[in-house]
Antibody, heavy 116, light 112 residues
Framework: EVQLVESGGGLVQPGRSLKLSCAAS????????MAWVRQAPKKGLEWVATIIYDGSSTYYRDSVKGRFTISRDNAKSTLYLQMDSLRSEDTATYYC?????????WGQGVMVTVSS | DIVMTQGALPNPVPSGESASITCQSS???????????LNWYLQRPGQSPQLLIY???TRASGVSDRFSGSGSGTDFTLKISRVEAEDVGVYYCQQFLEFPLTFGSGTKLEIK
């Protein structure tokens, strides 16, 4: 059974950092690109970043470029999102997702709240 | 960026009836490989999104055949036949052609 379990969320002050993790199991992690997608409270879905299967290429939305870093450890089957210089507009539930034909499978999400 | 525009539903939809959700993209999603990179997702209340349809009309594994996708390069429709209580939620279309990946604003389905 495919499982994606996000962790690392919480309340953080503006300008500070947070690192999210997504532990994957039930599939060959190193075969798939992975993505982070977020959803602000009561809002729609917003793609954040994608990393290809071996980590050699990454893609970001403009609003997080230079502040967020997506990475992966295929030996640990874990995806990461390092979030620096956080802003109030980054407040959202963050989902990791397997990227195959589409965003094929999503984790349950982790909440990040940026507030003083 | 490719803008995705979704239509609304005349909620609530009577149980057993059909519902069609429209989505329009600001750029053709038809790629040179012949595939149209348009996906549909359902987010049930309190849950994470799940993939329903990819390549505009291919159902994801385990998805009921009551869900069908169709369209052209820029205009798309998700049809839900014989709506049931478990279909309640917000439906999103998404383009998978290029970065940044973009979603429609979502269409809420309520059942009567």
């Amino acid at each position: 059974e495919v499982q994606l379990v996000e962790s690392g969320g919480g309340l953080v002050q503006p300008g500070r950092s947070l690192k999210l993790s997504c532990a994957a199991s039930g599939f060959t992690f190193s075969d798939y690109a992975m993505a982070w997608v977020r959803q602000a409270p009561k809002k729609g879905l917003e793609w954040v970043a994608t990393i290809i299967y071996d980590g050699s290429s990454t893609y970001y939305r403009d609003s997080v470029k230079g502040r967020f870093t997506i990475s992966r450890d295929n030996a640990k089957s874990t995806l990461y999102l390092q979030m620096d210089s956080l802003r109030s507009e980054d407040t959202a539930t963050y989902y990791c997702a397997i990227t195959g034909y589409a965003l094929d499978y999503w984790g349950q999400g982790v909440m990040v709240t940026v507030s003083s | 960026d490719i803008v995705m525009t979704q239509g609304a539903l005349p909620n609530p939809v009577p149980s057993g009836e059909s519902a069609s959700i429209t989505c329009q993209s600001s750029k053709s999603l038809l790629y040179s490989d012949g595939k149209t990179y348009l996906n549909w997702y359902l987010q049930r209340p309190g849950q994470s999104p799940q993939l329903l349809i990819y390549w505009m009309s291919t159902r994801a594994s385990g998805v009921s055949d009551r869900f069908s996708g169709s369209g052209s390069g820029t205009d798309f429709t998700l049809k839900i036949s014989r709506v049931e209580a478990e279909d309640v939620g917000v439906y999103y279309c998404q383009q998978f052609l290029e970065f940044p990946l973009t979603f429609g604003s979502g269409t809420k389905l309520e059942i009567k």
